[in-house]
């Protein structure tokens, strides 16, 4: 047996049996990630390889910064009380179909933001649990909703962790930038949410539900910083090839900054924002971590030995899908980590050669994992943070099952037909 | 003026990141947070 397949094991080991003993807890999802990687760097002989352990990460750090700034903003809007009097404004609206909707994209903001569903779960997810709630909601409906808006949160654009991920996979030895996919994640994701707004209308906007009552103005500060935010964003990911006015980091670092001096703003509230993502961006770098160790073991060559004499043609695109079904099929008993890495090796063959519609197709693999977790994804985080009883995960992914069939469906097609697709990528 | 700008906003993350391992939390969260930490401390310390 070649060493390679014997570090490969161990470090699948590690990771695999962390995930059983912790039942797939995504906090110590990181802490094994590390673990094995270090396995990996000890099982070749090499020692603990500090430096690539370290090097990895560099990888995913500038799509990173941009996560950790905007889940400062997100987190300050929240803690200033914008969220609560935006959902307020919303409720108020009186076309069914409209209300529904930006119920859906107003659950989903801060996972539009940063990427990170968990962070749409903990604030505007909560927020809008709770009107359910007082509205009589089942719970098990509330789940459905609150899960789905933060899933598309995650997939839209202009931060989309998974597509983070599948672009790393793009740079081979070098870093990717995350460039590319507003466009791409737009015209995959708006579809489902229509489809599911269109579905579950009934429980997102009840008939004669609009509150007639007066509601409190938006707070002046958290509004312009949010108008002035979203519209450099809009502006810049709709036009990249055209238009560069300093990049999603630096615009939500603004944002940011500019809430600090809102009612409610402050260095603490600022660093418990940050804190909310500390466990995804570590889960991120540690993956960078499993990544380089395995490139550095050989691993990663011999995949390449085994996958490049079908890397002809159709073979690759082969090669993509089954490693994007072994993700999906892994998600259901082991979480997220193996399908995230998987999703970047399926990249990995096109390598320089891959176009952001591709890689958004390749990774609403790593997306769909989230949702399809048994224990410890998306569910899980969604009834732990809003108190729901009596909620089961089966329930809750059959309702959500047509929307995500028609993401997998648009997704194999991006897989398939990037490259006459490329169109997209503005 | 673009590193320098990079630096800063490295910088104050480090920052925020700094105050939350002085507050109490659980092992795996202060793990995670010092994966972050070091990652951002070591990339501010390759910016030429």
């Known amino acids: 047996m070649r060493e390679e397949y014997l570090i490969a094991l161990v470090m699948f080991a590690v990771l695999i049996i962390g995930q059983i003993v912790t039942k797939n807890e995504k906090k110590w999802a990181a802490v094994f990630l590390l673990l094995a990687s270090v396995a990996g760097s000890l099982a070749a002989g090499m020692g603990i390889r500090f430096r690539e352990i370290v090097e990895g990460p560099f990888g995913f750090l500038d799509a990173a910064l941009s996560v950790a700034c905007a889940a400062v903003f997100s987190g300050l809007l929240y803690r200033t009380g914008f969220y609560e009097k935006l959902l307020e404004k919303i409720l108020r609206i009186r076309g069914r179909f409209l209300k529904a909707l930006c119920v859906m994209l107003f659950i989903g903001l801060p996972g539009m933001f940063t990427g990170l569903a968990s962070l749409s779960v903990l604030t505007t997810g909560r927020l809008a649990g709770e009107k359910m709630k007082a509205q009589g909601v089942s719970h098990g409906k509330i789940a459905v909703c609150v899960m789905a808006g933060a899933f598309f949160g995650m997939m839209l654009p202009p931060n989309c962790l998974p597509a983070i991920i599948a672009a790393n996979g793009a740079g081979s030895v070098l870093p990717t930038p995350y460039v590319g996919f507003f466009m791409p994640l737009l015209v995959l994701t708006v579809p489902c949410l229509l489809l599911f707004t269109g579905l579950n209308i009934k429980v997102l906007a009840p008939e004669g539900t609009a509150a007639e009552e007066k509601t409190e103005k938006l707070p002046l500060l958290p509004l312009i910083a949010f108008v002035l935010i979203g519209a450099a964003i809009l502006v810049e990911g709709l036009l990249t090839s055209f238009v560069y006015i300093g990049g999603n980091t630096l615009w939500f670092f603004l944002g940011a900054l500019l809430l600090l001096f809102a009612k409610g703003g402050s260095v603490n509230a600022a660093a418990e924002s940050l804190f909310d993502a500390v466990i995804p961006l570590a889960l991120l770098f540690t993956l960078g971590s499993f990544i380089e160790v395995s490139s550095m073991t050989g691993v990663r060559g011999i995949y390449s030995l085994l996958t490049l004499p079908q890397t002809t043609g159709g073979q690759t695109t082969l090669v993509m899908l089954v490693l994007m079904a072994i993700g999906l099929v892994l998600s259901f008993f082991l979480s997220v980590p193996i399908p995230a890495f998987l999703v970047t090796y399926a990249v990995f063959p096109i390598g320089w050669l891959a176009n952001p519609v591709i890689v958004t197709g390749i990774s609403v693999a790593a997306g769909l994992a989230y949702v399809f977790a048994i224990r410890g994804g998306l569910f899980t985080e969604t009834a732990r943070t809003l108190e729901l009883k009596d909620v089961k995960w089966g329930g809750s992914l059959k309702a959500l099952l047509l929307p995500l069939l028609l993401m997998l469906v648009i997704a194999v097609v991006f897989v398939l037909y990037g490259d006459p697709l490329d169109f997209l990528i503005m | ?48």
């Open chain 2, 1 to 48: 003026m673009l590193e320098l700008i990079y630096y800063v906003i490295i910088a104050v993350m480090a920052v925020l990141l700094f105050v939350n391992l002085a507050k109490k939390r659980g092992w795996p969260e202060l793990i995670c947070t010092a994966v972050v930490l070091v990652t951002f401390a070591l990339r501010a310390l390759h910016i030429k």
